[in-house]
């Protein structure tokens, strides 16, 4: 969900792509997403085009034809990664797991290792599967061999720590519409000052035009040139949403996650659903339980949206109609959307016969007290 705050400043005048107000809009974006990302970096912005446009913009930075391009693939958005690398003519070499499970640490290190890639990338917060990645191993083998380390940050901002600079991420790209509750349109990203010498010299053109980070330095940078023409409503909309959780602080703001992530587990479990990534690996922003034996899972989330005009998801790719996908994050990571959803599933399930062991909803209401 989108809070109306947001909503209302992207009713506000639209100025030029040029306008000294614009660019004071961009600063302060660029400043509020730092201490968010967990960095330091001078290069932090935002990129015209949805979370997928971060990615995209990374891969063509970091990727040359020929170069080794090593990926973690767990899931729907890392295998979309390895994809792009590809396109771009990497040499592209993956370390598979299973979707739902997460890497062996000393597995990751090895890989890394005999590999010896000039770029690694990996997704933060999976988001088609509800596990986290730790960034620990694989930033500390890239660092032995000299790789630079692309993070997918695409669920992770703003609902988990992030910690960029501490652990050793070189770039890591966002999205407006899910932990931060804007709509979809721009995708914060961030860049070492290591990584932006590496990018202003290296040997081969970017073949992307638009995502070329040299060439998007001189608009967002001080000589502020004509790049393209930002989609400006947006900007305001990303401003809001940063100064939201700015006011609410992130600390606070983590915590509400992790407060509401476990009331919903604890009233999914107490329903009976297991959920399908170890408790350790979990994210706190979307919660994969398993469809029970049984149940039609698309016929369980029509009945939430027909009823209630609530939306969840099912599985992605092998999770396909063995997960339920539910995102508690942004604006929605609340109490009261943590009960209704549970209270609402568990309807859902019993219209198909499922007896859930014990309320969900009463489960929940017991972490919160
Ligand atoms: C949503 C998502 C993306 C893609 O973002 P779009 O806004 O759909 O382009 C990439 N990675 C992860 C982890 C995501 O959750």
Redesign the pocket.
């Known amino acids: 969900m989108v809070d109306p705050r947001v909503y209302e400043v992207m009713s506000k005048p639209i100025v030029s792509h040029l306008d000294p107000f614009l660019f004071e809009v961009m600063a302060e974006i660029s400043a509020w997403l730092k201490p968010v990302f967990g960095t330091a970096n001078e290069f932090t912005l935002a990129v015209s ?7 995209e913009a990374a891969v063509s930075n970091f990727v040359e034809p020929g170069s080794k391009f090593a990926v973690f693939t767990n ?3 890392c295998d ?1 990664i390895a994809e792009m690398g590809r396109r771009h003519g990497a040499n592209t070499v993956e370390l598979k797991a299973e979707w739902g499970n997460v890497y062996d640490p000393d597995q990751a290190r090895d890989f890394i290792k005999r590999e010896k890639p000039n770029v690694v990338a990996f ?6 599967t509800g596990a986290f990645n730790d960034p620990g191993p694989i930033c500390e083998a890239a660092r032995e061999v000299g790789a630079f380390v692309i993070a ?4 992770s901002l703003g609902t988990m720590p992030i910690n960029l600079d501490a652990v050793g991420i070189d770039c890591a790209y966002s ?4 932990g931060l509750g804007a709509p ?1 349109g721009l ?1 914060p990203i961030t860049v070492s000052p290591k990584a932006m010498e590496w990018i202003k010299n290296r040997k081969s053109v970017n073949p992307s035009w638009y995502f070329d980070f040299n060439l998007l330095s001189g608009y967002f940078g001080t000589t502020r040139r004509y790049h393209h023409t930002a989609p400006i409503t947006m900007f305001y909309a990303l401003r809001e949403a940063l100064a939201l959780l700015h006011d609410e602080g992130l600390e606070p703001r983590l915590e509400r996650h992790r407060r509401n992530q476990r009331a919903f587990v604890a009233g999914a479990e107490a329903m009976g659903l297991k959920m399908r990534v170890a408790a350790p690996h979990r994210l706190m922003a ?1 919660n994969t339980p398993e469809v029970p034996e049984g149940i039609d899972d698309l016929k369980a989330r029509k009945h939430m949206l027909n009823n209630y005009n609530i939306e969840i998801s099912g599985g992605l790719g092998s999770l396909l109609g063995k997960v339920f996908r539910i995102g508690v994050m942004g604006v929605s990571s609340t109490k009261e959307n943590v009960l209704l959803v549970l209270e609402t599933l568990e309807e859902a399930l019993r219209e198909q016969g499922y007896k859930a062991p014990a309320s969900g909803k009463a489960a929940a209401e017991k972490t919160y007290a």
Do not use: I, N, W
């Open positions: 085009g949805t979370g997928t446009a971060g990615m899931g729907y958005f979309r997704v933060h917060a999976e988001t088609s997918d940050c695409v669920t999205g407006t519409q899910k979809p995708s979307l």
